[in-house]
């Protein structure tokens, strides 16, 4: 069973910056595509970015196009999630997840373990 810990949360100030890293127990995390979700209070979880295995192909939300970096160390079984020019509507818990795919995937249905989540809170 493959564990991941998420880290780097905490509280922003509008405009500001955050990396959140995730690490992964296993190595499986290197052949695995991994993507970030967050979930707001009220709202249903919902992808933020994604990777696969290798760290060739990125697929991003909109609203974070330009903003956030999704990027991956396998040497490290870790993932990071670099935010910049943070919003108040970027506040939510922020889960990494990966797949038994090497592929993009952006329906948390399609991911296979999960982190427990990081909180970001963006001041305004």
């Known amino acids: 069973q493959v564990q991941l810990v998420e880290s780097g949360g905490g509280l922003v100030q509008t405009g500001g910056s955050r990396k959140l890293s995730c690490a992964a127990s296993?190595?499986?995390?290197?052949?695995?595509?991994m993507g970030w979700f967050r979930q707001a209070p009220g709202k249903e979880r919902e992808y933020v970015a994604t990777?696969?295995?290798?760290?060739?192909?990125?697929v991003y939300k909109e609203s974070v196009q330009g903003r956030f970096t999704i990027s991956r160390d396998n040497a490290q079984n870790r993932g990071y999630l670099q935010m910049n020019n943070l919003k108040p509507e970027d506040t939510a818990i922020y889960y990494c997840?990966?797949?038994?795919?090497?592929?993009?995937?952006?329906?948390?249905?399609?991911?296979?373990?999960w982190g427990q989540g990081t909180q970001v809170t963006v001041s305004s």
């Open positions: 997840a990966i797949r038994r795919s090497r592929w993009v995937a952006m329906l948390a249905a399609a991911y296979d373990y």
């Open positions: 990777i696969d295995y290798s760290g060739e192909t990125t």
């Open positions: 296993e190595d499986t995390f290197r052949n695995s595509a």
